[in-house]
């Protein structure tokens, strides 16, 4: 099993940014690591995702303005969040998928974009 804690949501201004982090209980080196977000009465979607060996994915609604890193010293990834419009507003989910089929879920963090 595999802990995911999400962290740094909130309410901002539209133009405004944010960082998300998600800490993992476990050495996330081998697995793609991502971010996924649900608005309210919506289906969860992709916002972004990263391979062990760097390769990154965007949803077209975020590319250019959303970027994905991770730390894998630290079993951490993170979401920096720029340019944030009101349709950003929903809760983001982290996920690690390690090789044999392992998929994992954070409880997500709530991002408001309000003015």
């Known amino acids: 099993q595999v802990q995911l804690v999400e962290s740094g949501g909130g309410l901002v201004q539209p133009g405004g940014s944010l960082r998300l982090s998600c800490a993992a209980s476990r050495n996330i080196f081998g697995a793609t690591m991502g971010w996924y977000r649900q608005a309210p009465g919506k289906e969860r979607e992709l916002v972004a995702t990263?391979?062990?060996?760097?390769?990154?994915n965007y949803a077209d609604s975020v590319q250019g303005r959303f970027t994905i890193s991770r730390d894998n010293a630290k079993d951490t990834v993170y979401l920096q969040m720029n340019g944030l419009k009101p349709e950003d507003t929903a809760v983001y989910y982290c996920n690690a998928k390690y090789w044999g089929g392992a998929d994992f879920w954070g409880k997500g963090t709530l991002v408001t974009v309000s003015s």
């Open positions: 990263k391979t062990s060996g760097g390769t990154t």
